[in-house]
């Protein structure tokens, strides 16, 4: 067999991706024919700027529950090394690939005779899963604590508000890199941090919950019961790293969540909370004037109930808009991480540790670092537009 042309290459990774394209394209239409039913979602796509980032950032998504879920798109196991293929270019055909195997190393081999086309879209797995859900637990405890900060101001606003300044006060790469280190993880701090940061979703949507159906104790009860068991169960077996001393977790543990994992999980939400924090406490101070918080106050709600279904949905524009943004800015942190082998498993195809190990030998062989530094560009910049669309949206409520 004979080395692709890169027409070959790019026509094959297209037809690799299939899957990708067919889901694209239906999400479009059907979100586009109900966009009028589906609120700030649907206006998204009035935005020509806003359907561009939507369209990259689910191309990534679809990407990474394809290779990770069902093993789709990828051409070959991304940590396998195949005799043969180290440095090999793009097109490169492999020697002796049997009958089942894909004959080709489409976006070449690295140092250590793996598939990089391969690497780059399973390492969007690694992005999609942590970025997102770092993310809403950041914003859970940001909301949780910077709306009765913005509403209640006084003291309680002074403390949260200090110790927000005293962590934000610190570099950011400097604390992820303390946070991250193996020295840290050994004193258990990790799991202890996610035993507090962890929660605030359980704190949140009791309250949420509460403050909505206080007025049918009934109802309120039996939704509030299911809802704690299963949120419980969930923290439990999330704060509960393998290997874990605490007899207690590991005796009703679901899952087990690898310690390098946890750790970076539990460093994204510290570093992003107190952000997040000063935007909703900002936000709430804004808000808490208006005339319909002031007569929902005369109709006798809740302080909670004032905050969380008059104060927060009114505050929902800036809070979509961020968070689109602050995704972009844990998958470049994620990213920085994997480049200084930091909280991940090294030999994970996580984009930033293979631009590391590509880059040693970027003068003579560039494709295994340039693949996964466009997929990592591609996304922050689709998260980029997709919150200008947003916000472009949201501007016109």
Not at 254 to 261: A, I, Q, T
Request: hydrophobic share 55%; net charge neutral; aromatic share 12%.
């Amino acid at each position: 067999m004979e080395l692709l042309s890169w027409g070959e290459i790019i026509s094959r990774i297209l037809m690799q991706l299939m899957p990708v394209w067919i889901s694209l394209v239906v999400l479009f239409i059907l979100s586009i024919m109900y966009k009028r039913k589906l609120g700030l979602y649907g206006k998204l796509f009035d935005s020509t700027i806003g359907m561009i980032g939507f369209a990259i950032v689910m191309f990534w998504v679809f990407a990474g529950f394809y290779a990770g879920a069902l093993d789709w798109v990828v051409t070959h196991d991304p940590l396998s090394q195949v005799s043969g293929m180290k440095n090999k270019v793009p097109g490169t055909p492999m020697r002796g690939a049997e009958e089942n195997e894909y004959a080709y190393f489409l976006l070449g081999g690295d140092t250590l005779a793996r598939d990089v086309f391969s690497r780059m879209i399973a390492g969007s797995t690694v992005v999609i899963v942590i970025a997102p859900l770092a993310t809403l637990f950041a914003f859970m405890a940001g909301i949780t604590l910077g709306l009765p900060a913005g509403y209640y101001g006084g003291r309680l606003d002074t403390a949260l508000s200090f110790a927000a300044n005293l962590i934000l006060a610190f570099p950011v790469i400097l604390l992820f890199y303390l946070l991250v280190t193996p020295e840290i993880r050994l004193t258990g701090m990790p799991q202890y941090m996610a035993a507090v940061l962890f929660a605030f979703p359980l704190i949140f949507c009791t309250v949420l919950i509460n403050s909505r159906l206080y007025i049918v104790p009934q109802k309120r009860n039996i939704v509030l019961s299911g809802a704690l068991f299963v949120l419980l169960m969930l923290y439990i077996s999330l704060i509960n790293e393998a290997g874990s001393k605490i007899t207690l977790f590991n005796a009703i543990d679901l899952f087990n969540v690898d310690g390098g994992l946890l750790t970076v999980f539990v460093s994204v939400v510290f570093v992003n909370s107190p952000t997040v924090f000063r935007i909703v406490r900002g936000l709430a101070m804004d808000i808490k004037t208006r005339d319909y918080v002031a007569a929902a106050q005369t109709r006798g709600e809740g302080p909670w109930y004032i905050m969380l279904w008059e104060i927060l949905p009114n505050a929902r524009g800036p809070l979509i808009v961020d968070f689109c943004l602050r995704i972009g800015y844990t998958t470049i942190l994620l990213g920085t991480l994997g480049f200084f082998g930091l909280g991940l498993e090294p030999e994970s195809p996580n984009w930033g540790a293979t631009i590391n190990e590509g880059r040693k030998l970027l003068s003579v062989y560039p494709h295994p670092a340039l693949a996964p530094s466009f997929a990592l560009l591609s996304l922050v910049l689709g998260l980029n537009l997709l919150a200008d669309g947003l916000r472009e949206e949201s501007l016109k409520d």
